[in-house]
């Protein structure tokens, strides 16, 4: 079963929008939620978070260009991503926060690949 899915990865100029969506199984609307990233060479990143209360944070390199929002009768968070730089290419991933553990491992979804070009 996939617990994560996320979509609304693509290749995309500098200075153009993406919106990334992570479709959950479940219930995960009491849970922290959060997108993490990973370049390539790179360790994982988390770049955004929401609350429950729909509170949240960011990394301080995304502040003001991503916004992270839920939508719980979809079961789906959202990543929206403005002003893209070629410094946020990345697979994009998102998960709770702590990271989901099913059977004593991290669990990930596929990601979603972003590709910005200058």
């Known amino acids: 079963q996939e617990h994560l899915v996320e979509s609304g990865g693509g290749l995309v100029q500098a200075g153009e929008s993406l919106r990334l969506s992570c479709a959950t199984s479940g219930s995960f609307s009491i849970d922290t939620m959060a997108w993490y990233r990973q370049a390539p060479g790179m360790q994982r990143e988390r770049v955004a978070l929401?609350?429950?209360?729909?509170?949240?944070k960011y990394a301080d390199s995304v502040k003001g260009r991503f916004t992270i929002f839920r939508d719980n009768a979809k079961n789906t968070v959202y990543l929206i991503i403005n002003i893209l730089k070629p410094e946020d290419t990345a697979v994009y991933y998102c998960?709770?926060?702590?990271?989901?553990?099913?059977?004593?491992?991290?669990?990930w979804g596929q990601g979603t690949q972003v590709t910005v070009s200058s």
């Open positions: 998960n709770t926060f702590p990271i989901l553990r099913i059977n004593g491992y991290n669990y």
């Open positions: 929401i609350s429950s209360d729909d509170s949240t």
